[in-house]
């Protein structure tokens, strides 16, 4: 299965809303985590089956979709916010990563 | 709290076999239900799945690394390995190893890493 990650990059600023999409080739119900990756440092789970918050994350940030198209929003960006973020998944004993949203100072 | 500590030659030359180690504290290998798997990100890019292992030794690969790719492990040691052979340039990559644990309806993702460690391919 392929997962395609849109846009590539983009820039926000401070309080503005973002959302990052994430397009499997084939359905995969909700079998879609979100990690969030600072420079030099390994990825976190953000969210897990499509939606749901891993625990201690902000509630800024949520997850929707099912089937083949899923989004991850951040409701009013923060500082500390500004990383790369990727959508992964689980299926059939196959793990795959999206190509990743650089998310920058506007 | 899980730990993971990656360990291996940071350097390794066009056609040999690239060797890592990650090594677990705090938990055990064979904790059942837990998965282990590696993950690499080459320079300025994204993460690619290298391959998995079950806590009962089944291995999962990435079918584009298959053949060159040998995950293993080592209970007495509380290890697991990673070994890819012929490699080169495109290899060259901060190499990280993960346990996943399985989530409800979403199957496994990594929810403790290593800190990473960089391979590079060159003469």
């Known amino acids: 299965i392929q997962m395609t990650q849109s846009p590539s990059s983009l820039s926000a600023a401070v309080g503005d809303r973002v959302t990052i999409t994430c397009r499997a080739s084939q359905g995969i119900a909700n079998a879609l985590g979100w990690f969030q990756q600072k420079p030099e440092k390994a990825p976190k789970l953000l969210i897990y089956a499509a939606s749901n918050l891993e625990s201690g994350v902000p509630s800024r940030f949520s997850g929707s979709g099912s089937g083949t198209d899923f989004t991850l929003t951040i409701s009013s960006l923060q500082p500390e916010d500004f990383a790369t973020y990727y959508c992964q998944l689980d299926y059939n004993y196959q793990w795959t990563f999206g190509q990743g949203t650089k998310v920058e100072i506007k | ?123």
Do not use: M
């Open chain 2, 1 to 123: 709290q899980v730990q993971l500590q990656e360990s291996g030659p940071g350097l390794v030359k066009p056609s040999e076999t690239l060797s890592l180690t990650c090594t677990v504290s705090g938990g055990s290998v064979s904790s059942r239900g837990y998965y282990w798997g590696w993950i690499r990100q080459p320079p300025g890019s994204g993460l690619e799945w290298i391959g998995s292992l079950s806590y009962s030794g089944n291995t999962y690969y990435n079918p584009s690394l298959k053949g060159r790719l040998t995950i293993s492990v080592d209970t007495s040691k509380n290890q697991f390995s990673l070994k890819l052979s012929s490699v080169t340039a495109a290899d060259t990559a901060v190499y990280y190893c993960a346990r996943l644990r399985s989530y409800p309806g979403s199957g496994r993702h990594p929810d403790f890493w290593g800190q990473g460690t960089l391979v590079t391919v060159s003469s």
